[in-house]
């Protein structure tokens, strides 16, 4: 069964860091790509970034390049999200997915399996 675990987040003043992890288990992940997702209080799931985990190319979202980082550890099964120069506009709850295809998507349909969140609070 496939599991997907979220750590990494809390309280942080703006202007700070976070590195949020997701680490997976269940199977061999070499096939998969590895999305982020957030969703703050009253808005919709929205896409962040995904890694392509054999190939290790990362995708982001235009709202969050040059400030998001995606980037995965192989021997870990670990896939990392590192947020600089947080805003309190990134206030969300974040979430990872696994989709079984070598293509990132944007669609949060498009993932197979989902982690449980974690929650980040920017404060100003």
């Known amino acids: 069964q496939v599991q997907l675990v979220e750590s990494g987040g809390g309280l942080v003043q703006a202007g700070n860091s976070l590195r949020l992890s997701c680490a997976a288990s269940?199977?061999?992940?070499?096939?998969?790509?590895m999305g982020w997702f957030r969703q703050a209080p009253g808005k919709e799931r929205e896409f962040v970034g995904g890694i392509s985990w054999s190939v290790g190319s990362a995708y982001y979202a235009d709202s969050v390049k040059g400030r998001f980082t995606i980037s995965r550890d192989n021997a870990k099964n670990t896939v990392y999200l590192q947020i600089n120069s947080l805003k309190p506009e990134d206030t969300a709850v974040y979430y990872c997915a696994a989709r079984a295809s070598w293509v990132v998507a944007g669609s949060s349909l498009e993932y197979d399996y989902w982690g449980q969140g974690t929650q980040v609070t920017v404060s100003s």
């Open positions: 269940g199977r061999t992940f070499s096939s998969y790509t």
